[in-house]
Structures are given as structure tokens and as C-alpha cells.
């Protein structure tokens, strides 16, 4: 499976960005990640196709929503409200099997990855 994700941009604090990625084929959970310059590979949000079950990072919860369409093979993440702190590049993860709730975060259970697409929030 390939991913192609897209949607990065400049944006100010407080505006939105909604970040695409484009799957080749069916998978049974997506992800986003994110890593800022300097630091680690961050888990963003995940949704698992199977039960529609989301999971959010907490600073991002309730700003951020993740969803799918089902008839393309595409996951979105829509990023509203948006804080200097969210800069980084953008990653979308998939797998071909359902992780288990307590493993969604880990980028480890995702085989499938996208090149990153940058998302840099600045006034």
C-alpha cells in the first residue's frame, strides 16, 4: 500500500488545515504523526476502520478530528484552531491489521507510510 499524504501549508494561530492522505488500498487503521524540528516522531490522532474508533493526542483532542472515506481510500485530518506548537511535518501511517486499543499510539504497529507534508503555524 502506498500512502500519498498532502494539505501542509503556512498558516497564522487560529486558522485551519485540512491534511489528505491517499491510500492505494484498503487498510484497517490510519494514523498521523508528526515531528517537529529537534524532537521525536509524535502520535497525532488514529482511527481504526473496523469500529470507527478514533484516538487523539491530548493537546490536540477536541481541535483536531480525523475521518475517512471509505469510498477512495482516503483519511483526512482536520486541524482547526491551530498553535505555533502544532508546526511540524505531517506523517499519515496505515496498517494492514487492527492494532489493539493500548497499541494505536505506536508507530511501530504501522507498516504503511506517507512522505511528510509540513504544516507550519506562524504569525
Known amino acids: 500500500v502506498q500512502l500519498q499524504a498532502s494539505g501542509g501549508g503556512l498558516v497564522q494561530p487560529g486558522d485551519s488545515l485540512r491534511l489528505s492522505c491517499a491510500a492505494s488500498?484498503?487498510?484497517?487503521?490510519t494514523a498521523w504523526f508528526r515531528q517537529a524540528p529537534g524532537k521525536e516522531r509524535q502520535f497525532v490522532a488514529a482511527?481504526?476502520?473496523?469500529?470507527?474508533?478514533?484516538y487523539y493526542l491530548y493537546s490536540v483532542k477536541g481541535r483536531f478530528t480525523i475521518s475517512r472515506d471509505n469510498t477512495n481510500n482516503a483519511v483526512y485530518l482536520q486541524m482547526n484552531s491551530l498553535k505555533p506548537e502544532d508546526t511540524a511535518v505531517y506523517y499519515c501511517?496505515?496498517?494492514?491489521?487492527?492494532?489493539?486499543?493500548?497499541?494505536?499510539?505506536?508507530?511501530?504497529?504501522?507498516?504503511?507510510w506517507g512522505q511528510g507534508t509540513l504544516v507550519t503555524v506562524s504569525s
Open positions: 488500498g484498503r487498510t484497517s487503521a
Open positions: 501511517a496505515a496498517s494492514p491489521s487492527t492494532p489493539i486499543t493500548s497499541a494505536v499510539r505506536n508507530p511501530q504497529m504501522y507498516p504503511y
Open positions: 482511527l481504526r476502520r473496523s469500529t470507527s474508533s478514533t
